[in-house]
């Protein structure tokens, strides 16, 4: 809400929107001619970067955007519901997934379908012929001005024209938007080809292979070596050698064990020593 209240100010004195003659203000122009081509190379850049958290920071920045222009057209509804759902609530998640499962190295980026860019290319142009086809030739009222439109107020003038002239467009987008929601299951869910391994059997499995069950003593012979490339001493004197660090001995800087009991000098004692007396 600070963010909304703070940009409706600064946006009020710069833009104030349409004009009661259905023109365009100054203020407003320029607003526009500065953030569009910022917002069209944030597109370009979701399309074309290569890594996803750019890509979703690229739409962050034209949701904050279109929060901006909605904002100077006198619509503060649109401008909160952009800024605190779609980019607050929908990509923050979105981000939060990512950061949290992040993208595999061993993903593969190849194509599994042959040709499917190009058939997306071709239908990318189709639609967006589509689009201009429709713009050209369609024939807009003239602009009331904001204040005939939001003369209930911004909220009840978009329910208007949503559930009103724009039903079958708001029921059609409703429908893609679960038929993505249910896609992504799909796509993502994994039939089980096996038995569920559980900790009990995980247990059993490491129990039968004669793995050691109890932590390993630490490195070192005795008291006499702590070093870390030093094996420690089973009850029997023997060198454990999994006491090692695994990294150590792949790297080839494990010590034997008989060079440093050679470099150990066992201490001469005396009938007078406490621990002989004992």
């Known amino acids: 809400m600070t963010f909304t209240s703070t940009a ?37 850049g979701l399309v074309f970067a290569r890594k996803a958290v750019y890509a979703a920071m690229s739409v962050v920045f034209v949701m904050i955007s279109i929060a901006f222009l909605y904002i100077a057209q006198d619509a503060p509804f649109l401008g909160v519901v952009q800024v605190v759902v779609y980019t607050g609530a929908i990509m923050m998640l979105f981000l939060f997934v990512l950061m949290l499962v992040g993208v595999d190295s061993s993903d593969s980026l190849a194509e599994t379908l042959k040709g499917q860019r190009w058939i997306g290319i071709i239908f990318g142009l189709g639609l967006a012929g589509l689009l201009v086809t429709v713009v050209v030739s369609s024939t807009f009222p003239v602009a009331v001005g904001l204040d005939e439109a939001n003369g209930d ?77 030093v094996p420690a001493l089973d009850p029997t004197g023997a060198p454990l050698e999994d006491s090692v660090s695994r990294v150590l001995r792949i790297r080839g800087q494990e010590r034997e064990f008989g060079v440093v009991a050679a470099e150990i000098e066992a201490p001469t004692r005396t009938a007078s020593d406490p621990e002989v007396q004992r």
Not at 17 to 39: H, I, N, Q, R
Not at 173 to 191: K, M
Not at 209 to 222: C, E, I, M, N, Y
């Open 8 to 44: 409706a100010t600064t946006l009020a004195g710069v833009a104030t929107a349409l004009t009661d003659g259905g023109k365009t203000s100054s203020g407003e122009a320029a607003l526009f001619w500065v953030l569009a081509p910022l917002m069209v190379l944030a597109a370009l």
């Open 153 to 229: 107020s911004n909220p009840v003038g978009v329910a208007r024209l949503i559930f009103g002239d724009y039903i079958f467009a708001f029921e059609v987008v409703g429908v893609l938007l679960v038929t993505a929601a249910l896609g992504a299951l799909v796509l993502t869910h994994r039939q089980r080809l096996t038995r569920h391994i559980g900790q009990k059997e995980r247990s059993d499995a490491r129990l039968a292979s004669g793995h050691t069950l109890t932590p390993l003593p630490a490195p070192g012979v005795f008291s006499r070596s702590n070093a870390m490339d």
